[in-house]
């Protein structure tokens, strides 16, 4: 990498510029319909414990489905692979919410990161605990991650998540139908609209996610969050799946791991070298962030950190 990350950066911010403000809020959710879309942020933090930020990168936002890496690590974690008897690890073709799949594969979801395989990664987070330690659970690992306290469940998010959260109830009845979800639907909804209206900054984001890029330890607490097979086993999934049906797309652009969410963030991984969490709240038609998918392609493009 010739040139400096800040420079890389700045130039990243330039070139994304003129687009900054396109694509679509969601607004099925409607607490997030009212996010300002022209915000942006990036953050990029190092394994070598080098930050560079940009843009609105210290602002809170809701992360959705990025929160789906988080909780499949603790569920791994928790279980172990026997996790793969109930959640398969192929992408789908299909989205995010779709139910079609579950009734030709008997309630087992096709992978962790779209709703139905998050819901039962969240089923196995509650065996044994209530809905409230389990979301405490969840949000105590992601401030312990990114070093910081203030990482909170959005209220007000969470509450209109229930209120239009119809698809997912029947992904979650459907599932349990086929023994495929083992606690009381409402539960098991309860700790996911929680976890996915977890609201977090691009800094803090890139900082919980650091782990993933230094071979599941934490580079700047020298803690092993996970094994190192378990980290590459995540970022795998992460490359085949975490962009729902536009997976395959990611990977072509961009070449990196990644998560997004509908609020419009995305977390990327460079293997060995960093973690880097974007933010643009406009969708693209499949329901990642325009802009930041944009960004990303960008950086990868100029640092050479495309996994590829
Ligand atoms: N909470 C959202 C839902 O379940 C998450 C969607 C997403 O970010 O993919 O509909």
Not at 57 to 82: H, N
Request: charged share 20%.
């Amino acid at each position: 990498m010739p040139q400096e990350l800040s420079e890389i950066v700045a130039d990243v911010c330039r070139d994304v510029k003129d687009r900054i403000g396109s694509g679509r809020v969601a607004d099925y959710i409607p607490a997030l319909a009212n996010i300002d879309p022209r915000k942006f942020g990036i953050s990029i933090m190092t394994c070598d414990g080098e930050t560079v930020s940009a843009g609105d990168a210290d602002e809170p936002f809701s992360i959705q489905s990025v929160s789906k890496v988080f909780t499949l690590t603790l569920a791994l974690e928790r279980i172990g692979p026997v996790l793969w008897s109930r959640i398969g690890r192929e992408p789908t073709g299909s989205a995010f919410n779709s139910i079609v799949q579950l009734e030709h594969e008997a309630g087992i979801p096709r992978n962790p990161l779209i709703n139905a395989g998050a819901i039962v990664v969240t089923d196995v987070l509650l065996e044994g605990q209530g809905p409230r330690q389990t979301i405490d659970e969840i949000v105590s690992f992601l401030r312990h991650r990114a070093d910081d306290v203030s990482v909170a469940v959005d209220a007000e998010v969470a509450r209109s998540e229930r209120e239009t959260g119809d698809r997912n109830a029947s992904l979650a009845h459907f599932m349990r139908g086929f023994g495929n979800i083992k606690g009381e639907v409402d539960d098991v909804l309860s700790v996911y609209f929680q976890q996915c209206a977890i609201a977090m900054s691009c800094r803090q984001l890139a900082r919980a996610g650091l782990f993933l890029a230094h071979a599941g330890s934490d580079p700047l607490s020298k803690e092993q969050v996970v094994s190192e097979a378990r980290a590459r086993r995540i970022n795998a999934i992460m490359m085949s799946c975490g962009h729902y049906d536009a997976s395959g797309d990611f990977a072509f652009h961009v070449g990196l791991p990644g998560k997004s969410g509908v609020g419009g963030g995305i977390l990327a991984i460079a293997p060995r070298r960093a973690a880097i969490a974007v933010w643009s709240p406009g969708l693209n038609e499949v329901g990642n962030s325009l802009v930041g998918s944009l960004a990303l392609e960008r950086l990868s493009a100029l640092t050479g950190w495309s996994v590829f």
